[in-house]
């Protein structure tokens, strides 16, 4: 059986939501000096790939509505594959800057779409 569409988009808010968790109060030096918060971060991160990922694939339609779907299934494939090539700059700078754009577009389509199964 298909997953709702819905299940990814929230996998994709829950992940943020976690993110910004870890990452309050804490500053670039906090971060790439802590591997506990770097893997934690990196962690959810992959998850919001790799739902994204899935999404595409379970409704496009939905999917194609995300500008920032492909730079976000990109990261989870450098994080997954491409561990050694992960620079913590770049990390940080998308939890600042480019991962509450996505949150809040994963709320607007689970409002539209309806939040509860």
Known sequence: MQRDARAFLWDVRDAADAIAGFSKGQTFDD?????????????????IGEALNRLSKTAPDVAARI???????????ILIHGYDEIENAT????????????RA???ALLDELGDAP
């Open 31 to 47: 971060y790439a000096a802590n591997l506990m918060l770097r893997s934690a971060i990196e962690r959810q991160l992959e998850i």
């Open 67 to 77: 500008s920032e779907l492909p730079r976000a299934i990109g990261l989870r494939n």
């Open 91 to 102: 990390i940080w700078s998308t939890v600042e800057v480019a991962l509450p754009q996505l």
């Open 105 to 107: 577009k994963a709320a």
